[in-house]
């Protein structure tokens, strides 16, 4: 442990809480989520509600994947990005 900064060794955690933020900034973990919630609300037999809502939000999740999936979905993402810097 010679030569190690107490700074050095607190940038780890840090960048790996960087990491894991990035990742679940991604459209399709959002998606996921809402599939796994719509899961969740529909595996209770008892509550109609509940049930029904679980269908709208595996509906919603299902119809914004597939949304983000096509190509001019993907082409405006891209565009937007794409469009800051002169090529």
């Given at each position: 442990m010679a030569g190690?900064?107490?700074?050095?060794?607190?940038?780890?955690?840090?960048t790996c809480m960087i990491e894991l933020l990035k990742s679940l900034a991604t459209p399709v973990v959002w998606v996921l989520g809402l599939m796994v919630l719509s899961l969740v609300l529909?595996?209770?037999?008892e509550?109609?509600?509940r049930r029904k809502l679980g269908r709208y939000v595996l509906f919603l999740g299902i119809?914004?994947?597939a949304a983000l999936s096509t190509r001019p979905a993907s082409e405006l993402?891209?565009?937007s990005l794409e469009s800051r810097y002169e090529v």
């Open positions: 190690r900064s107490p700074r050095g060794s607190r940038l780890a955690p840090m529909t595996r209770r037999p509550a109609k509600r119809l914004i994947l993402l891209l565009y």
